[in-house]
């Protein structure tokens, strides 16, 4: 185990812990075991001389005097190890255990210690002066002992307890930072190139959302690169056909095959018009979707901007047999919008309508408001969408039927800039369609602020 790895360090942590808190529990509990023992040894010391001065009170009672206390408390001091001193009414020590003060007046000013207690009822007869000897005799070797002995089991159980401690802690690391190694190596993997790699761990707090957290960015790395892959085998495809055109049509120049007149140049022009709107529409995707796209927004009459679109498709969708027509639904209030990146998505959905909808059909463009949104709609009366393509009609080259929108000249990217466009302008995009019997195509952007309710109909 290296010194630098996460598990080492982990253990390590927990032992520094263990130890500092094992410590402070040591200290304590010496701490309070020898406070408990000189607590116990005050409320003794003091028991004891509440019974010396009874038994000096009976003895005052009996005798009238304290003649014959001597023996008394000479004994009593020797089996306590106590220094005790007793004098009469008038201060002078008629007993001492010690038998150095008898017969001498007694001050306690110079000792500290003591234990003090009158004696002799009703009315006090004399004062009895204890003092514990320190050093202590047997009783208090015998409390340290005690207090040794304690220290000791402590020493031995913290010792216990530590060894446990960095056994379970070694166990508890252990099962941590699995999840931590695989998603080591889930990444290392991930670095060589493998996008499958996936987490398995049931974990409900930050390591499991970690975990979560990695699994969802290597499936949207996944589908990112899915889609990069298909997004370049689709440019491929579409940069294929103009180019074989091109290059088929000058091969045959260059072999004579065919002669350089107008109508051959007529058809090399349209191809490169053809490859120089995929480039373009390209170019816009990509600004767009990367957010660069700048907007010049304004307060815009929605009416008007529908107006135009629809008088330019008109002569087109005439010379195809279609009819265009407008519809407003009530009274719609200026709009905050880029004028020409909103023409821009009607006049996409307008070709892509026109592009799918038969001689004798109609184009519907009808305008609503929506609470803070307008919303605009494009309804044709085509072959409509099948349901499964209903979810990818906004996918960048995504076309049903890929022959016939070709023939048609979609280049199948309208729909996705038009998406990126409405959402650029903070609203939405969506088509509703059933087969057989048209689609609807609509979009909303948002209404001005500062625009206060006013007529604008749509003529």
Same mark, same amino acid.
């Given at each position: 185990?290296?010194?630098?790895? #996460?598990?080492?360090? %982990?253990?390590? &942590? $927990? /032992?520094?812990?263990?130890? @500092? +808190?094992?410590?402070?529990?040591?200290?304590?509990?010496?701490?309070?075991?020898?406070?408990?023992?000189?607590?116990?040894?005050?409320?003794?010391?003091?028991?004891?001389?509440?019974?010396?001065?009874?038994?000096?009170?009976?003895?005052?009672?009996?005798?009238?005097?304290?003649?014959?206390?001597?023996?008394?408390?000479?004994?009593?001091?020797?089996?306590?190890?106590?220094?005790?001193?007793?004098?009469?009414?008038?201060?002078?020590?008629?007993?001492?255990?010690?038998?150095?003060?008898?017969?001498?007046?007694?001050?306690?000013?110079?000792?500290?210690?003591?234990?003090?207690?009158?004696?002799?009822?009703?009315?006090?007869?004399?004062?009895?002066?204890?003092?514990?000897?320190?050093?202590?005799?047997?009783?208090?070797?015998?409390?340290?002992?005690?207090?040794?002995?304690?220290?000791?089991? #402590?020493?031995?159980? %913290?010792?216990? &307890? $530590? /060894?446990?401690?960095?056994? @379970? +802690?070694?166990?508890?690391?252990?099962?941590?930072?699995?999840?931590?190694?695989?998603?080591?190596?889930?990444?290392?993997?991930?670095?060589?190139?493998?996008?499958?790699?996936?987490?398995?761990?049931?974990?409900?707090?930050?390591?499991?959302?970690?975990?979560?957290?990695?699994?969802?960015?290597?499936?949207?790395?996944?589908?990112?690169?899915?889609?990069?892959?298909?997004?370049?085998?689709?440019?491929?495809?579409?940069?294929?056909?103009?180019?074989?055109?091109?290059?088929?049509?000058?091969?045959?120049?260059?072999?004579?095959?065919?002669?350089?007149?107008?109508?051959?140049?007529?058809?090399?022009?349209?191809?490169?018009?053809?490859?120089?709107?995929?480039?373009?529409?390209?170019?816009?995707?990509?600004?767009?979707?990367?957010?660069?796209?700048?907007?010049?927004?304004?307060?815009?009459?929605?009416?008007?901007?529908?107006?135009? &679109?629809?008088?330019?498709?008109?002569?087109? +969708?005439?010379?195809?047999?279609?009819?265009?027509?407008?519809?407003?639904?009530?009274?719609?209030?200026?709009?905050?919008?880029?004028?020409?990146?909103?023409?821009?998505?009607?006049?996409?959905?307008?070709?892509?309508?026109?592009?799918?909808?038969?001689?004798?059909?109609?184009?519907?463009?009808?305008?609503?408001?929506?609470?803070?949104?307008?919303?605009?709609?494009?309804?044709?009366?085509?072959?409509?969408?099948?349901?499964?393509?209903?979810?990818?009609?906004?996918?960048?080259?995504?076309?049903?039927?890929?022959?016939?929108?070709?023939?048609?000249?979609?280049?199948?990217?309208?729909?996705?800039?038009?998406?990126?466009?409405?959402?650029?302008?903070?609203?939405?995009?969506?088509?509703?369609?059933?087969?057989?019997?048209?689609?609807?195509?609509?979009?909303?952007?948002?209404?001005?602020?500062?625009?206060?309710?006013?007529?604008?109909?749509?003529?």
């Amino acid at each position: 185990m290296k010194n630098h790895s #996460l598990l080492f360090r %982990l253990i390590a &942590a $927990f /032992a520094v812990i263990t130890i @500092l +808190a094992l410590a402070s529990v040591f200290a304590f509990m010496s701490w309070s075991t020898s406070a408990e023992f000189d607590r116990f040894r005050e409320r003794l010391d003091n028991q004891r001389a509440s019974e010396l001065g009874i038994a000096a009170t009976r003895f005052y009672m009996a005798a009238g005097d304290w003649t014959g206390i001597q023996p008394y408390m000479r004994h009593m001091g020797d089996m306590w190890d106590w220094r005790v001193i007793l004098t009469d009414a008038e201060g002078v020590v008629v007993a001492d255990s010690e038998e150095t003060l008898l017969g001498q007046p007694y001050s306690d000013e110079s000792r500290e210690g003591l234990i003090i207690a009158h004696v002799g009822d009703p009315k006090a007869a004399g004062t009895l002066y204890m003092e514990p000897q320190n050093p202590p005799g047997a009783e208090r070797a015998l409390f340290g002992g005690l207090v040794n002995r304690i220290g000791r089991f #402590l020493i031995s159980g %913290l010792l216990v &307890a $530590f /060894a446990a401690s960095v056994v @379970l +802690a070694w166990f508890l690391s252990r099962r941590i930072l699995t999840p931590v190694r695989d998603l080591r190596l889930a990444v290392q993997r991930l670095g060589a190139g493998d996008l499958s790699q996936r987490v398995d761990v049931q974990d409900p707090g930050e390591l499991g959302e970690l975990v979560n957290a990695f699994n969802t960015m290597v499936s949207q790395l996944q589908q990112a690169d899915t889609t990069q892959r298909q997004m370049i085998a689709d440019i491929a495809h579409e940069l294929r056909t103009p180019l074989s055109n091109i290059r088929g049509y000058v091969e045959g120049i260059k072999d004579k095959v065919l002669e350089p007149d107008a109508e051959t140049i007529a058809i090399l022009d349209g191809e490169a018009i053809l490859l120089s709107r995929l480039v373009e529409d390209l170019q816009e995707l990509s600004i767009v979707e990367a957010g660069q796209l700048a907007l010049q927004r304004q307060p815009e009459d929605v009416a008007q901007l529908v107006a135009h &679109a629809a008088e330019a498709m008109r002569t087109a +969708a005439m010379a195809k047999g279609v009819e265009v027509s407008t519809q407003a639904d009530g009274e719609l209030p200026l709009v905050s919008v880029d004028y020409h990146r909103i023409s821009q998505v009607l006049r996409n959905l307008l070709d892509n309508a026109l592009a799918h909808t038969p001689a004798g059909g109609s184009i519907t463009i009808k305008t609503a408001p929506l609470g803070d949104f307008v919303e605009v709609s494009v309804t044709d009366t085509g072959e409509g969408i099948e349901p499964e393509n209903l979810l990818h009609v906004f996918d960048r080259f995504y076309r049903a039927d890929r022959s016939r929108a070709r023939a048609i000249g979609g280049r199948g990217l309208g729909l996705t800039i038009s998406k990126e466009l409405v959402e650029a302008h903070g609203g939405k995009i969506g088509v509703e369609s059933e087969p057989g019997e048209g689609s609807r195509f609509w979009f909303t952007v948002p209404v001005d602020r500062d625009d206060a309710p006013s007529t604008h109909p749509q003529g």
